[in-house]
């Protein structure tokens, strides 16, 4: 037994309204051609589907049981469609999204996971690049959005507005040898075994450029490429290490301090590019992500004596 798709449709107005006329009007149909379907259908299936009256219709026991099943058909129906039209809409170009490592660690894939769950049609390129390489892609109109630091992105000449904290904080083992201090300079923390970030990081490069060339060489125990395992390693009591304070997860025992050299307090800028599509509809929607997904971290400022301030 074959079903027609808008015969079903029909019937389906003609219940949800308790009318063949308004359900013919639905369907754009003449009342004799919709009732002429209805009576096809019911000789198709053997059983009378509609009890009629003067006020109307309702659907017999079996015109309920069809009604339920075409509403099914018809929604899966759709579906089917959907899905497959999807492949041939033209696809747009990814979007790209550059940042730090910093950024990468928790900004970004929460921004991410959040945006490409309300955007299916739209794909994102993610890099991790340092905050001068950044600037220069989008610049030369090579990505769409960056999330750059502001010492070294300020006065770019990109649009730019302030997306979070990023200050560096000192970390180790809970009831070590940071218990009971406060803040730190980063030249008392390389008195002290580090483990951190292998050395051609962005963030790795960062702390070397701006801790200057005077500063002690830092002994590493071990250096890997993830920050995660950096904040593992410190808390297991491996070594310290310096690390963004968004890196943190609230729930793990580490001992934390401030680090008192100026350079360690820097913020997150989100940049734009100056590809013609930049300001378009997912480009933007995607800043829009970043934004929400930094105002979920925890931000705290930094006072120049290392003690916390509401940011």
């Given at each position: 037994?074959?079903?027609d798709?808008?015969?079903l449709?029909?019937?389906?107005?003609?219940?949800?309204?308790?009318?063949?006329?308004?359900?013919?009007h639905?369907?754009?149909?003449?009342l004799?051609?919709?009732?002429?379907?209805?009576?096809?259908?019911?000789?198709?299936?053997g059983?009378?589907?509609?009890?009629?009256g003067?006020?109307?219709?309702?659907?017999?026991?079996?015109?309920?049981?069809?009604?339920r099943?075409?509403r099914?058909v018809?929604?899966?129906?759709?579906?089917?469609?959907?899905?497959?039209?999807?492949?041939?809409?033209?696809?747009?170009?990814p979007?790209?999204?550059?940042g730090?490592?910093?950024?990468?660690?928790?900004?970004?894939?929460?921004?991410l996971?959040s945006?490409?769950?309300a955007?299916?049609?739209?794909?994102?390129?993610?890099?991790?690049?340092?905050t001068?390489?950044t600037v220069?892609?989008?610049a030369?109109?090579?990505?769409?959005l960056?999330?750059v630091?502001?010492?070294e992105a300020?006065?770019?000449?990109?649009?730019?507005e302030?997306l979070g904290?990023?200050?560096?904080?000192?970390i180790?083992?809970?009831?070590?040898?940071?218990?009971?201090?406060?803040?730190?300079?980063?030249?008392?923390?390389?008195?002290?075994?580090?483990?951190?970030?292998?050395?051609?990081?962005?963030?790795?490069?960062?702390?070397?450029?701006?801790?200057g060339?005077?500063?002690?060489?830092?002994?590493?125990?071990?250096?890997?490429?993830?920050l995660?395992?950096?904040?593992?390693?410190a808390?297991?009591g491996?070594?310290?290490a310096?690390?963004?304070?968004?890196?943190?997860?609230?729930d793990?025992?580490?001992?934390?301090?401030?680090?008192?050299d100026?350079?360690a307090r820097?913020?997150?800028?989100l940049?734009?590019?100056?590809?013609?599509?930049?300001?378009?509809a997912?480009?933007t929607?995607?800043?829009?992500?970043l934004?929400?997904?930094?105002?979920?971290e925890?931000?705290?400022?930094?006072?120049?004596d290392?003690?916390?301030?509401?940011?």
């Amino acid at each position: 037994m074959r079903y027609d798709l808008d015969d079903l449709r029909l019937f389906l107005h003609i219940v949800t309204e308790g009318s063949i006329t308004a359900g013919a009007h639905r369907m754009h149909l003449s009342l004799p051609s919709a009732g002429a379907r209805v009576r096809s259908l019911e000789r198709q299936t053997g059983v009378a589907l509609l009890i009629r009256g003067r006020r109307g219709v309702r659907p017999t026991p079996a015109g309920a049981t069809l009604a339920r099943h075409a509403r099914d058909v018809l929604t899966r129906t759709a579906r089917l469609e959907s899905a497959v039209a999807s492949y041939a809409r033209p696809r747009s170009a990814p979007l790209t999204l550059l940042g730090g490592g910093s950024a990468m660690h928790r900004l970004v894939p929460r921004a991410l996971v959040s945006f490409l769950r309300a955007h299916p049609d739209v794909d994102v390129k993610v890099s991790e690049s340092r905050t001068p390489e950044t600037v220069r892609m989008l610049a030369d109109g090579e990505a769409h959005l960056g999330v750059v630091l502001d010492d070294e992105a300020r006065d770019c000449g990109l649009r730019v507005e302030p997306l979070g904290d990023d200050s560096l904080v000192v970390i180790g083992q809970a009831g070590g040898i940071l218990a009971g201090r406060n803040a730190l300079s980063y030249s008392e923390v390389t008195e002290h075994p580090l483990v951190g970030l292998d050395a051609d990081s962005s963030l790795r490069r960062w702390i070397e450029k701006h801790a200057g060339p005077h500063a002690s060489v830092a002994r590493y125990r071990t250096t890997v490429a993830d920050l995660s395992v950096v904040v593992a390693l410190a808390a297991a009591g491996a070594g310290l290490a310096v690390v963004p304070r968004r890196a943190l997860d609230p729930d793990r025992r580490l001992d934390v301090c401030e680090l008192r050299d100026s350079w360690a307090r820097r913020r997150h800028l989100l940049a734009w590019g100056v590809i013609d599509d930049a300001a378009s509809a997912a480009t933007t929607a995607l800043a829009g992500h970043l934004r929400d997904a930094a105002s979920t971290e925890p931000s705290r400022a930094v006072t120049p004596d290392g003690q916390d301030a509401t940011d």
